[in-house]
């Protein structure tokens, strides 16, 4: 049944989170000596005060500790937190996510028997995935699909019983601040999935990529590094219940992250709506004048229709009958939904910008960062071009 | 009709071009990676540039400077900008206010002002017209208001002006040794009668430079406070008359002001797009996507098709209104010319973007750098306001 209304405790938590960031988050996160800087680290503080709302938790059933929060809630909970930081968003949705997947679908009892409590106990206690989206680039592969094997860059051997892992991994969210590593890696010529402790003596962990120099920009958001792994062993007993695990973490991924790009939206269109009841030129606020109303009107239809397809897609992902009984067309909704919200948020961005002047490239004041944000988001995982084609092979079904 | 460049054009082109290759591209990623405000500039290519004339480059020639037309002035535009879009800025806005001295300034202030511009290599111009609360109101003063539009104030004193109030976002703010000062010497009506333009060294009594600015785009070039507190000007640097409005007092578009402010953008846009799209080409030509080069796809073929096509569409219009500058004929074409840029030059600088993707965005911060300065265009000069102005010289 079509029903767009949010329980009473997705709507809680947005009230609760929209308060917080306004308190909490936005003062220290849009301080002009931090925005002006190329380097912003993370928030430390506020990523633990988060964590200690719940949200680390997330995505975890609830009789396991968690939250029990669906995909759609995640949705809902990431927007308000990248309101005030992007950065906050990812990082604590990349571990919310993980940690899901990890103790609900992934490990085994003994796994879970191994790190619920630590995880739900330390408030600093974080997830990475040491592995990109294989499936990213296929778009380019149209319209005969990609039909590789998979590459993953870590790979395995047997040796005495034990597991050998070799490789390196680059742009790792989360990596600095993990303490456990969700690795997908080429075990002879399977594809497994290994969780691994990060204090393991065969991995290295690169510093955090913090400088912009001509060979290496700061193009990501989050806390990144490389993660190397050299002769790292692990036992038989770390490897996970399936591979599918793999293809659903960046599915749900895509969705989050589009949730988090609204928000970066959601933050200069309403920075946009405050400025121009204020700014006085040509005879009035500038928000009375034409051109600014209709700047205004394009963002607010572009936030809403991204918002209105991000749900459905959450909703399509979290109750799956949705595709299987026809009530939503089976196409690939989280690339759709991924797509169209960082273009449109992007044009948003842009437009908030305009309606600031001068002031929107300015470093010290937040309407570049919102730029800046929505163009990662844009071209963060993969190009722009080859995710239309991604939808256009689904649509197409040309096999 | 005639296309082709003569030899004096054709030989300015290929001094600029050999220009931004040596000396510009290789500094302009590194420059714009300094953090900070001032710290992106560097006196060092400003000074090399001056030597070869690019700093005098609008000065006649019986002021001893090259007296290149405006055709010339957009070719040589469009080479430095593709090597660095702020650098050629920071060249090209003093050609703007060198027109302005050689239309609107008198004999005595030409000696005084035009001499000392071309011997020293690091005298630069600026021109300060927007305060705080006054930007727009500046382009298009609301007639219901008279009141909009800036308000610094100038007060006679015997045979000075004293001068109070700040302007911002000021062009070379940090680096300009002279700069053209709108201000109300009747505050009771618009700026449009009461309004003056003085000419203010950087030495003035009572003048500073305040805050400068650190921009995400276009970091070599300076955008800065200037203050004014009881500056004392002679009434000797007037230019025009008292209180007729800086537009008119500047002779209005025949100075080169507007006219050549038009020109200005729009040719280094022409640069900008240049770039983008060798960069686009060069990185599709060698990067491997789907089993074949990306240039082998028809998406990017598309992508590079439109890039090309919105550049050349542009580098005619702004030769056209180069042209149309030579020959005298004023219409609406210059700003209409601005307005089309700021749609080019975001529309290539994105599709260069869209082509490099995550990868190339993340190897190549050349990429990210060129969005980052086209979106100066429709903050500092080309935006929906100008678009009205726009329509108010086609009305």
Known sequence: MFNMNLTSEQLEFRSMLREFVNEKVKIPALNSDRLQSFHKPILNQLLTEISELGLRSLSIPEELGGVGGDLLTSCVVLEEISVGDADLAITIGETSLLAGLFFEKLASDNQKGKYLKRFLEDSQFHLCFAGSDTNASDGWHYPKGKNQEMDITLRAETVSNEIVINGSVDFIINGPISDLIIAPVKLDQDYKLFIIEKYNSGIKCGNEISNINPTETIWHHGICSSLEFSDCRISRDDMLNTFDGNIEFFKRKLVQKAAINLGVGRAAFEAAIEYTKIRYQGGSNIIEHQAIGKMIADMAIKIEHARAMLWKTAWAIDNQNTISDFSMNNLPLEIITSSFTAEAMQEVAHLSAECFGAMGVMRDMPLQKYLEDSLIFLNSDTQNLSTKLRIAEAVADLD | ?395
Request: hydrophobic share 40%; aromatic share 8%; net charge negative.
């Open chain 2, 1 to 395: 009709m005639d296309f082709s460049l003569n030899d004096e054009q054709l030989s300015w082109q290929n001094k600029a071009r050999n220009f931004s290759d040596s000396k510009i591209k290789p500094i302009s990623v590194p420059r714009d990676q300094i953090e900070g405000g001032f710290d992106p500039f560097d006196w060092s290519v400003i000074e090399e540039g001056s030597k070869l004339g690019f700093r005098t480059l609008a000065v006649p020639k019986e002021w001893g400077g090259p007296g290149t037309g405006f055709v010339t002035q957009a070719l040589v535009m469009m080479e430095l900008a593709r090597g660095d879009s702020a650098i050629c800025k920071a060249f090209s806005q003093n050609w703007k206010w060198s027109h302005l001295i050689v239309n609107a300034c008198n004999e005595d202030q030409k000696k005084r002002f035009l001499a000392p511009f071309i011997e020293d290599h690091r005298y630069m111009l600026g021109r300060g017209i927007t305060e705080p609360n006054a930007g727009c109101d500046n382009r298009l003063p609301p007639k219901s208001d008279p009141k909009a539009g800036y308000r610094l104030k100038a007060e006679r004193d015997g045979d000075d002006w004293i001068l109070n109030g700040e302007k911002t976002f000021i062009a070379n703010g940090s680096v300009g040794s002279l700069f053209f000062i709108d201000a109300r010497t009747d505050p009771n009506v618009d700026i449009i009668h009461g309004g003056t333009l003085f000419l203010v060294p950087k030495d003035t009594p009572g003048f500073r430079i305040g805050k400068i600015f650190n921009k995400a785009g276009w970091r070599f070039y300076q955008n800065a406070e200037l203050i004014f507190e009881d500056a004392r000007v002679p009434n000797d640097n007037v230019i025009g008359q008292v209180g007729t409005g800086s537009v008119k007092a500047a002779g209005g578009d025949t100075t080169g002001g507007d006219l050549f402010g038009d020109l200005e953008l729009a040719a280094n846009a022409v640069g900008v797009c240049d770039d983008a799209n060798d960069v686009a080409m060069s990185y599709a030509s060698n990067k491997m996507q789907g089993g074949k080069k990306l240039v082998e796809h028809q998406l990017v073929q598309l992508a590079i098709a439109e890039m090309n096509m919105l550049t050349e569409a542009l580098r005619s219009f702004v030769l056209r209104v180069a042209w149309e500058h030579d020959q005298g004929s004023r219409s609406a074409n210059g700003v209409l010319m601005v307005n089309y840029s700021t749609d080019v030059v975001l529309k290539v600088t994105r599709l260069n973007m869209d082509i490099h993707g995550a990868l190339g965005c993340r190897s190549n911060p050349r990429v990210d750098k060129l969005v980052r300065d086209a979106m100066i265009w429709c903050h500092l000069a080309g935006d929906s306001n100008l678009r009205l102005k726009a329509f108010s010289k086609l009305n």
